[in-house]
């Protein structure tokens, strides 16, 4: 088990070097440049900022003085907010992404997993029709388009919830943004919880279980949980990519100020370093998740080694 | 009485429906679109999705405006005048610029589901390739293949789409690229496993005695076996980049104006809501309709394709 994490975070500096390569190189190549203005700017003081930004040094040098920068917790300055150092306004928008990433993430899967297994045990009755229209709905309904009818209904009809901003972490403030992420994928949870704990409940042990005349609480939480769970483990990946790739609309529509928001505005004002900084940092979450989904399949199923 | 029981029609009777059923075998295919046709809610979106796709490809027949024309009459009060109505000839309304929102959203919905297609069909063709050439040749060349689909796991590819289409500009044939380039893993992942449990199998061994190439047997044996669960990945895909492509439009890095897609409409029509619920209503309508026919048809297919189920 530890040699298999250990493993796994070797692999990891590899792959975030690569990763790291592909996109400073991306950004290389592309045409149009932070400093390009309306305006050209007198050549001596562009050598000058390039200088200062080691633009000129060649591809190679730039993205070695970059990485070891990278290393030492320093990702640079912007170069469009210039007020601001790239580590400074990733740590102001960190905290806001990962209370919404968090709270959408501990909402959906107790949730998801306790509708999909209320449907399954109601297999073909009403309630379970009720409940997969329901999640197929929220499985197709994108949350862009989810954002403005839930802030049309509670923020400007009702009255009830802000329509956005984000006010140092308010409650009320929180409450639409994490609805329109989580929504997605409590649905998508609820639908794989369903179908698996549909086929744990066909298994020859739990008519057996049933014919010793066990509670259904019972036989749910001792027998049938832990091995519908492999499938919905599964899902965390994806739906963890979900609330990532989510969380850049909700931060847009919302004001909430978090990674998305600067991520879209780098790219879009060719801020390399915001974009850069961003990108390693999703990476290195993304990497690590992906090791916490290993790990809990075999904390699930001792069946499977590491 | 004997002589009655073998009496010759009956006889050719009794074989010919024994021939009938017993001889002639369904195929994979046969049996797969039997159990299709069972699923009221697959063929259901079956129709209706060729019904949309009618719609698109004969929609702007039906109207006097394309999709860039501004109706200057409209102009002047875009909320009240371009309001759905039969007489104005703007059968599901306009938008705040007076263009014919019936246009808009059919040009947008071929946009739409052509890159779901376009994306499927690329990340299709790079994952079938990759997988069963790692499957079926095996061994080093085969742990390298999986080495890199882990390492390109990790790559967080929104982003790196987001970055690429920035960085090079809204070109509609670099989204399709991109999208279907960034989610064939998936399915490499599959089409691996199941080459490399084909491979063994005696209809490999009995194509290999007779001196079939490497390279007929993927293509005659391989990936026939292969296409049923890969047409279930894709077609679980496609909604996922209809999607995806609305999210680009959404940030404005889709597609360009006058040209649409749905993402494009209901972005702009989120910001009028209140005033002009119609320019969110049709555009969404159309894609999540969409959405759902597709998740039906994948769900259907899978129940009809799985190999867990014969």
Redesign the interface.
């Known amino acids: 088990m530890l040699l298999f994490i250990l493993r796994r975070l070797f692999v990891a500096i590899p792959t975030l070097l690569f990763i790291a390569l592909i996109s400073y190189w991306l950004m290389h190549i592309a045409p149009g440049g932070p400093f390009d203005m309306e305006r050209p700017m007198p050549e001596i003081v562009r050598a000058n900022i390039e200088a200062k930004f080691h633009l000129n040094e060649p591809f190679l040098v730039q993205f070695y003085i970059y990485i070891t920068n990278f290393v030492q917790g320093d990702l640079g300055p912007s170069f469009v907010y210039q007020d601001f150092s790239v580590t400074q306004l990733v740590a102001q928008s960190w905290p806001v992404s990962a209370i919404l990433g968090a709270l959408s993430f501990s909402i959906s899967v107790p949730l998801g997993m306790l509708l999909g297994t209320i449907a399954a045990l109601n297999r073909n009755s009403k309630l379970d029709y009720l409940l997969m229209s329901l999640s197929m709905t929220g499985v197709v309904v994108p949350a862009f388009v989810l954002a403005p009818i839930l802030v049309t209904i509670f923020s400007i009809h009702l009255g009830w919830l802000p329509a956005g901003g984000w006010e140092g972490g308010k409650v009320s403030y929180m409450i639409l943004p994490v609805l329109s992420l989580a929504i997605a994928s409590i649905a998508g949870i609820a639908r794989v919880m369903r179908g698996a704990m549909i086929e744990t409940l066909n298994q020859p042990y739990i008519r057996t279980a049933r014919a010793k005349g066990l509670s259904t609480a019972y036989i749910l939480a001792q027998h049938a949980l832990r091995p519908s769970l492999i499938p919905v483990v599964a899902m965390l990946g994806p739906s963890f990519v979900a609330v990532i790739t989510g969380s850049v609309i909700i931060d847009i529509f919302f004001g909430t100020g978090g990674m998305g928001q600067h991520f879209v505005s780098g790219a879009l004002n060719r801020d390399y370093g915001l974009v850069m900084g961003i990108t390693l940092i999703v990476a290195t979450l993304t990497i690590l998740f992906n090791l916490i989904v290993d790990l809990l399949y075999a904390l699930i199923d001792p069946r499977i080694r590491l | 009485m004997l002589k009655k029981i073998f009496d010759d029609k009956v006889l050719a009777n009794v074989v010919n429906n024994s021939l009938a059923t017993d001889v002639q075998g369904r195929s994979l295919w046969q049996a797969a679109w039997l159990r299709f046709k069972k699923n009221r809610a697959a063929m259901n979106s079956v129709y209706i999705l060729s019904f949309i796709v009618l719609c698109l490809v004969f929609g702007p027949m039906l109207t006097p405006f394309t999709h860039e024309d501004i109706d200057w009459a409209v102009l002047a009060d875009p909320y009240e005048l371009g309001k759905p109505s039969i007489e104005s000839g703007h059968y599901f309304g306009t938008d705040d610029l007076g263009q014919d929102l019936f246009a808009r959203t059919m040009q947008g919905g071929r946009l739409s589901i052509l890159v779901g297609f376009m994306g499927a069909f690329v990340a299709v063709v790079i994952g079938s390739v990759w997988g069963s050439i790692s499957g079926f040749v095996g061994g080093a060349l085969d742990s390298l293949m999986m080495r890199v689909i882990?390492?390109l796991?990790?790559?967080?590819?929104?982003?790196?789409v987001?970055?690429?289409v920035?960085?090079?500009g809204n070109n509609i044939y670099l989204i399709f690229i991109v999208i279907g380039m960034v989610s064939w893993l998936g399915i490499a992942r599959v089409v691996r496993g199941v080459t490399f449990s084909l491979k063994n199998r005696e209809f490999i061994e009995a194509a290999h005695s007779i001196g079939v190439s490497h390279w007929k047997i993927v293509l005659r044996h391989i990936i026939p076996n292969v296409l049923g669960i890969v047409m279930v990945y894709a077609s679980l895909m496609v909604?996922g980049f209809i999607?995806f492509e609305?999210?680009l439009s959404?940030?404005g890095?889709g597609v360009q104006p006058p040209d649409t897609s749905w993402?494009v409409l209901?972005?702009a029509g989120?910001?009028t809501?209140?005033v002009a619920i119609w320019q969110?209503a049709f555009p969404?309508l159309f894609?999540?309709t969409t959405?759902?026919c597709f998740?039906f048809i994948g769900d259907g297919l899978r129940d009809a394709l799985d190999p867990k189920d014969r």
């Open positions: 882990e390492v796991d990790s790559v967080p590819f929104m982003f790196m987001i970055l690429f920035t960085l090079f909604p999607i609305s999210f959404f940030l890095l993402g209901i972005s989120a910001k809501l209140d969110l969404s894609l999540v959405l759902f998740n």
